[in-house]
DNA sequence: CGACTTTTTGAGTCTAGTCAAAACATGTGG
DNA sequence: CCACATGTTTTGACTAGACTCAAAAAGTCG
C-alpha cells in the first residue's frame, strides 16, 4: 500500500495578490468591519501598510512593543508562547483573513506572544494610532471588536478545559478537528488539511511531543480514521474521531 | 506541632452591605465605568438589581442563555467548565468588584461556564439591553469594555501555556500565587489566601487531583514556603514558589 | 543521487492518576 | 462539653499514560 505523495499545494505568494482589489476583500471580510460601506472600506484600505514575510520569518516577538494589528493576507501565521524550559506553546493558527496582535492595541502594550510565518505570507498592518481613528470614525467598530476577542477569549477556555481534562490522544484529536473545520478542504473522501504542519506543530499544539503525536496518529491511520504523511493529515472518519474526543478511548 | 486553626474568617453578608452607598461604590470601581462622573455611576446603578445568593448555589449554568451581565459585590464566586467526564474545570476565582457573565453579551448568546457561589453572596446584574443602552449613551465604555476582555484573553493564553508545559508542582505553585495576588491579605509574615477553597478546588484549577494536589502542598508546608490546613493556605516564601515555577523541582 | 529533515519505533523511566482506607477537622445535638 | 456524623485531607500501594533518549526508517529537495 504506496503511501500517498504529499497532496498539499500552496497557494503561491507573488507581489500581485496583494492587489488592491485583494485588499479590499480581505479587509472588507474582517469580522469588526465587513458591516461597513464600501467607501469606508476603501479609506481604512489606505491606513493599512503590505509586507512579504517569507516562512518562518517572525512577524514580532513576544514582549515586543504592541503598536500594530495585523491581518493575514494570504498565507498561514502561527501565534506561540515561549516558555522557560525552550519548550513552545503553539496558542492557534491563521489564516487569510485573520487578524492579530489586536488584544494588545486594547489594553496592554507588550505583544504577549510571537507570530511566526507559517509559509510565505503576506502581511498587512495597521499602527495603533490609526486604528483609533477608525474607531473613533466608526464607533460600531468597537462594539465589533469586542464580540471577536470575545469569541477569542471564549475559545482559549476550551482549551484550558481540553487541556485539564483530555487524555493526549484527545487532544491530538481535538486539534485536527478544529484545525480541519478551519483550514480544511474537502479532499475526495476527506477533509485535507490544508497546511504545511509538522507533528511538531501539533505537539506544540496539544502540549505534548512529537513522539507521542506520532504513536497517536499512527493509531488513528491504522484505524482509517486519518491519512497522513510528512507535514499534512486528510481526515478520514470525523465521526469517529469526535466520538473519541467525546468519550475517551475504547477499551 | 499543632495545627493551626483555620484563619480564614470571613465578611459576613447581610442585606445592609448591598446598601446604594456600597452599590455605588462597587459598580463605580468596574474597569469600565470607573472614568464615568458620579451622576452617570447613579443613573447606571438603577439599572442593577441584587440578589442575594448562599454558598454552593448556582448564578447560571453553561449552555443557559446568555441575557445578564453580572458583578460580584460581596463574596467569592467561581467560575467552572464542566466536562463529559463529569470532572470540573475550575477557571477563574471571582471576588468583590468582579465582573462575569459578561463576554457572551457581546458575542456569543449562551453561557460557556457555570458560575457557582463559592461563599454567600451577593450578585448585582443586569439585563443585556439595559447594558446596551449604557453603551450607546456612554461610547468610551464599549472600549474599555474591550480592554477588560482582552486581558482576561491574555491570562487564559497564560494559563493555556502553564497548562501545556508545567508540571503538577509548578502549575500548583502558580495557581497559588495567582490566588494570593489576586485575594491575598497579609497576615503576619505572610499572605492568607482569603477565600474557603478544597484541595479539590485547587486539583480543578490546575488540571490534577485532589491526591496529587494534597501531596504536592505537604512538601511545600515540609519546606516551608506554606502553611496549609482545611480549605485555607497562608503563603510563607513567595519567593521560593516563584523560583519553582520558574525553574521547575530542585533536584 | 545524496544530504537533510521529519517521522517512526523501541526500551526504559517517571510523573501523576486511581482506588482504597485511615486520619483529621468541624459542627451538631444530646 | 463530649461523642458522633460528616466532609476534607492525607497516606499508601499500584498502575498507566506519556516523556526521554536513542536510533532506524522514510520522505523531500536540490
Known amino acids: 500500500m ?12 507573488d507581489p500581485a495578490v496583494c492587489s488592491l482589489e485583494y485588499r479590499l476583500k480581505i479587509i472588507g471580510r474582517l469580522p469588526f468591519f465587513k458591516h461597513l460601506p464600501a467607501d469606508a472600506i476603501s ?6 501598510r503590505d509586507s512579504d514575510v517569507s516562512a518562518n520569518e517572525r512577524v514580532y516577538f513576544e514582549g515586543d512593543e504592541a503598536d500594530h494589528l495585523y491581518l493575514v493576507a494570504m498565507g498561514k501565521v502561527k501565534l ?5 524550559s525552550g519548550r513552545e506553546v503553539l496558542l492557534d493558527i491563521l489564516h487569510s483573513g ?5 488584544l494588545t492595541i486594547f489594553g496592554g502594550h507588550v505583544h504577549t506572544e510571537t507570530a511566526i510565518a507559517q509559509t510565505d505570507c503576506c502581511i498587512l498592518k495597521i ?18 471588536v469586542l464580540e471577536a476577542v470575545s469569541q477569542r477569549l471564549a475559545e482559549s477556555q476550551e482549551i484550558v478545559k481540553q487541556l485539564s481534562v483530555y ?30 504542519f509538522s507533528r511538531q506543530d501539533l505537539a506544540a499544539m496539544t502540549g505534548s511531543t512529537t513522539e507521542t503525536v506520532s504513536r497517536v496518529m499512527s493509531r488513528f491511520v491504522e484505524e482509517g480514521w486519518i491519512k497522513s504523511g510528512r507535514k499534512w493529515v486528510t481526515i478520514m472518519d470525523a465521526n469517529r474521531l469526535e466520538e473519541l474526543i467525546k468519550r475517551g478511548a475504547v477499551n
Chains 1, 2 share one sequence.
Open 98 to 102: 485573520e487578524y492579530f496582535g489586536s
Open 167 to 196: 487524555t493526549a490522544e484527545q487532544r491530538i484529536a481535538s486539534a485536527l478537528m478544529r484545525l480541519a473545520g478551519k483550514l480544511g478542504e474537502a479532499r475526495g473522501q476527506g477533509v485535507l488539511i490544508q497546511l504545511p
Open 2 to 13: 504506496a503511501r500517498p505523495k504529499s497532496p498539499v499545494r500552496l497557494d503561491w505568494v
Open 80 to 84: 506561540v508562547r515561549n516558555s522557560a
Open 127 to 144: 499602527s495603533a494610532t490609526d486604528f483609533e481613528h477608525i474607531l473613533a470614525e466608526y464607533p460600531d467598530v468597537t462594539r465589533k
Open 43 to 48: 479609506k481604512i484600505n489606505n491606513l493599512f
